[in-house]
C-alpha cells in the first residue's frame, strides 16, 4: 500500500498557517511509521530541496518556482500556487510514481482543502485514461468551510470519497448536497510528551495568587478572541486577579482584538523573544504582575506549547465554529484543562473531561470555573480524564481504529 497526501501547508516553516500543517505532519508520520511507503506533496519552502526522504516518509515540495516570488508564507500567492499545483503535480505524480507502482499495486491518495480540489479532478481523469481508477482509492477531505463556493461539489463527489474531520462538519457539508465520512484529527506523538515538571512548578510558583488563562488561536472572528476579553474582564471585576496569555498569528483581526482590550481597561504587554522551550516561555513571562494580557508575539515550540497549557488554570479553546478543535484536544494530552466550544470538539464531554461553553456570556465561563476551583478533586478527576481521552486520538489510534478498516469500502468508489 503506497500513500500519497496533497496539501498545500506541510512540515516547512514556510508551509505553516494553522492547525493543517499539524494534521498533515502528524498523519504522514505516522502513516511511514506503521511501515506504508508515504510522499507528501506540498507547497514547500523554496529553498529547500525538492524532495527529501526520511524512512519512508518522502517530502515533495511544489509551486517552489512561484514561492520563490512570495516569501510571506504558503498562501502568499495563493491564486497562481493552486493553479500551477492543479495543473502540473497530477501529470507527474501519475506518470513518474503512480504508473509503475499501481501495475500490481494499490494506492490511496488523501487530498487537502479545496486548493486541491481541481487536482483530485486532473488525478481522476488520468487514472481513467490510464486505465488505472480501480487501482487507486481517491479521497479528498474538508477542514473547514474556507473555500467551498469555489469547489464543483457533483463532479468532486463522482471523482473521490469525500471525507471530514468531524459530525459538526458532516452536517454542514449537507448545505452543499454532500454526505461526507468523518475521520477525525489526530495528535502527533510529542503531544504525548509530559510537560516539563520543574518548569510546570516554576510557572505557577510565578503566578500564584493570579487566575492564568491561556488561549492560543488565530485573529479570527470565529475564535471569539474578543469574548476571551470580556471573560478575563468579567474575572477581574469579581477579583480572581486574571492573566491572560495569548498566542495568536498576523491576521488582521488582531489589533482589533488588542485595541479593544485597551479599551476595556485592560493592559497589555507585548512579549517576544528568540529562546524556545522552557526557558524561552518563562523568560518571556517574567515581570506580568502588572499585565491583565500578555500577548506573545514568537511562535511557541511544541516544548512550550505543553508547558504553557498544563501550566495555566484553563485553556479558551472557545471557538463559535469550530471544525475539529486541536488545541483542546492538545491541551488534555498536556495534562490541561480545556474549554471548549460545543461545534466539532466531538471529544469533549462537559464536566467530565473539559469545561465546555454553549454561549458567548462569560459569567458562563467565570461560574464553571468558580465551581470547579472550589472542587480539586474534580479539577484533579477532568485532567486524568482528558489524557485518556487524547490517547485515543493519537494519530496511530486513528490510523488503525478508523482509517485503514474503511479502506476496502472506499476502493468502490473506483468501481
Same mark, same amino acid.
Given at each position: 500500500?503506497?500513500?500519497?497526501?496533497?496539501?498545500?501547508?506541510?512540515p516547512?516553516g514556510?508551509? %505553516?498557517?494553522?492547525?493543517?500543517? &499539524?494534521?498533515?505532519?502528524?498523519?504522514?508520520?505516522?502513516?511511514?511509521?506503521?511501515?506504508?511507503?508515504? !510522499?507528501?506533496?506540498?507547497?514547500? +519552502?523554496?529553498?529547500?530541496?525538492?524532495?527529501?526522504?526520511?524512512?519512508?516518509?518522502?517530502?515533495?515540495?511544489?509551486?517552489?518556482?512561484?514561492?520563490?516570488?512570495?516569501?510571506?508564507?504558503?498562501?502568499?500567492g495563493?491564486?497562481?500556487?493552486?493553479?500551477?499545483?492543479?495543473?502540473?503535480?497530477p501529470?507527474?505524480?501519475?506518470?513518474e510514481?503512480?504508473?509503475?507502482?499501481?501495475?500490481?499495486?494499490?494506492?490511496?491518495?488523501?487530498?487537502?482543502?479545496?486548493?486541491?480540489?481541481?487536482?483530485?479532478? !486532473?488525478?481522476?481523469?488520468?487514472?481513467?485514461?490510464?486505465?488505472?481508477?480501480?487501482?487507486?482509492?481517491?479521497?479528498?477531505?474538508?477542514?473547514?468551510?474556507?473555500? *467551498?463556493?469555489?469547489?464543483?461539489?457533483?463532479?468532486?463527489?463522482?471523482?473521490?470519497?469525500?471525507?471530514?474531520?468531524?459530525?459538526?462538519?458532516?452536517?454542514s457539508?449537507?448545505?452543499?448536497?454532500? #454526505?461526507?465520512?468523518?475521520?477525525?484529527?489526530?495528535?502527533?506523538? +510529542?503531544?504525548? $510528551?509530559?510537560?516539563?515538571?520543574?518548569?510546570?512548578?516554576?510557572m505557577?510558583?510565578?503566578?500564584?495568587?493570579?487566575?492564568?488563562?491561556?488561549?492560543?488561536?488565530?485573529?479570527?472572528?470565529?475564535?471569539?478572541?474578543?469574548?476571551?476579553?470580556?471573560?478575563?474582564?468579567?474575572?477581574?471585576?469579581?477579583g !480572581?486577579r486574571?492573566?491572560?496569555?495569548?498566542?495568536?498569528?498576523i491576521?488582521?483581526?488582531?489589533?482589533?482584538?488588542?485595541?479593544?482590550?485597551?479599551?476595556?481597561?485592560?493592559?497589555?504587554?507585548?512579549?517576544?523573544?528568540? +529562546?524556545? @522551550?522552557?526557558?524561552?516561555?518563562?523568560?518571556?513571562?517574567?515581570?506580568?504582575?502588572?499585565? #491583565?494580557?500578555?500577548?506573545?508575539?514568537?511562535?511557541? +515550540?511544541?516544548?512550550?506549547?505543553? $508547558?504553557?497549557?498544563?501550566?495555566?488554570?484553563?485553556?479558551?479553546?472557545?471557538s463559535?465554529?469550530?471544525?475539529?478543535?486541536?488545541?483542546?484536544?492538545?491541551?488534555?494530552?498536556? @495534562?490541561?484543562?480545556?474549554?471548549?466550544?460545543?461545534?466539532?470538539? #466531538?471529544?469533549?464531554?462537559?464536566?467530565?473531561?473539559?469545561?465546555?461553553?454553549?454561549t458567548?456570556?462569560?459569567?458562563?465561563?467565570?461560574?464553571? *470555573?468558580?465551581?470547579?476551583?472550589?472542587?480539586?478533586?474534580?479539577?484533579? &478527576?477532568?485532567?486524568r480524564?482528558?489524557?485518556?481521552?487524547?490517547?485515543?486520538?493519537?494519530?496511530?489510534?486513528?490510523?488503525?481504529?478508523?482509517?485503514?478498516? %474503511?479502506?476496502?469500502?472506499?476502493?468502490?468508489?473506483?468501481e
Amino acid at each position: 500500500m503506497q500513500f500519497h497526501v496533497l496539501s498545500f501547508e506541510g512540515p516547512d516553516g514556510y508551509s %505553516r498557517a494553522g492547525g493543517i500543517a &499539524s494534521r498533515i505532519e502528524g498523519l504522514t508520520q505516522a502513516l511511514a511509521e506503521l511501515g506504508f511507503e508515504t !510522499h507528501l506533496w506540498f507547497v514547500g +519552502d523554496p529553498s529547500l530541496p525538492g524532495h527529501e526522504s526520511h524512512g519512508q516518509l518522502h517530502l515533495h515540495r511544489w509551486c517552489q518556482w512561484i514561492s520563490h516570488y512570495h516569501p510571506g508564507g504558503v498562501y502568499d500567492g495563493e491564486e497562481g500556487k493552486e493553479s500551477d499545483f492543479s495543473s502540473s503535480l497530477p501529470g507527474y505524480l501519475v506518470n513518474e510514481v503512480l504508473k509503475p507502482h499501481l501495475q500490481d499495486r494499490h494506492a490511496v491518495i488523501l487530498a487537502e482543502e479545496w486548493q486541491t480540489a481541481n487536482a483530485v479532478l !486532473h488525478l481522476d481523469r488520468l487514472l481513467r485514461q490510464e486505465g488505472l481508477r480501480e487501482r487507486a482509492s481517491l479521497l479528498w477531505n474538508a477542514n473547514n468551510v474556507f473555500g *467551498f463556493e469555489r469547489i464543483d461539489w457533483a463532479r468532486l463527489a463522482q471523482a473521490s470519497i469525500i471525507t471530514t474531520v468531524s459530525r459538526y462538519m458532516k452536517h454542514s457539508m449537507w448545505n452543499v448536497g454532500v #454526505d461526507p465520512i468523518v475521520i477525525p484529527n489526530g495528535l502527533s506523538a +510529542d503531544a504525548f $510528551l509530559p510537560p516539563d515538571r520543574a518548569g510546570v512548578t516554576e510557572m505557577q510558583r510565578r503566578m500564584r495568587g493570579r487566575t492564568v488563562i491561556a488561549k492560543v488561536a488565530r485573529f479570527d472572528p470565529d475564535k471569539r478572541c474578543l469574548g476571551a476579553l470580556e471573560i478575563v474582564r468579567e474575572l477581574k471585576r469579581q477579583g !480572581h486577579r486574571p492573566l491572560l496569555i495569548a498566542r495568536g498569528g498576523i491576521e488582521a483581526h488582531g489589533h482589533e482584538v488588542l485595541t479593544a482590550a485597551r479599551a476595556m481597561g485592560l493592559r497589555v504587554e507585548d512579549r517576544n523573544g528568540k +529562546d524556545t @522551550g522552557v526557558s524561552g516561555l518563562l523568560a518571556r513571562l517574567e515581570g506580568t504582575e502588572g499585565a #491583565d494580557i500578555v500577548a506573545l508575539k514568537a511562535p511557541l +515550540d511544541p516544548e512550550s506549547r505543553r $508547558l504553557l497549557f498544563r501550566g495555566a488554570d484553563s485553556v479558551l479553546a472557545n471557538s463559535g465554529h469550530e471544525p475539529f478543535g486541536l488545541v483542546g484536544l492538545e491541551t488534555m494530552a498536556a @495534562g490541561g484543562i480545556a474549554c471548549t466550544g460545543i461545534s466539532g470538539e #466531538d471529544y469533549a464531554v462537559p464536566g467530565r473531561n473539559a469545561l465546555v461553553l454553549q454561549t458567548p456570556d462569560p459569567r458562563e465561563f467565570v461560574g464553571l *470555573f468558580q465551581r470547579l476551583k472550589a472542587r480539586p478533586a474534580q479539577a484533579e &478527576s477532568i485532567r486524568r480524564a482528558g489524557r485518556a481521552t487524547a490517547k485515543q486520538y493519537a494519530w496511530r489510534e486513528i490510523i488503525e481504529r478508523l482509517f485503514l478498516p %474503511r479502506l476496502d469500502l472506499l476502493r468502490f468508489c473506483a468501481e
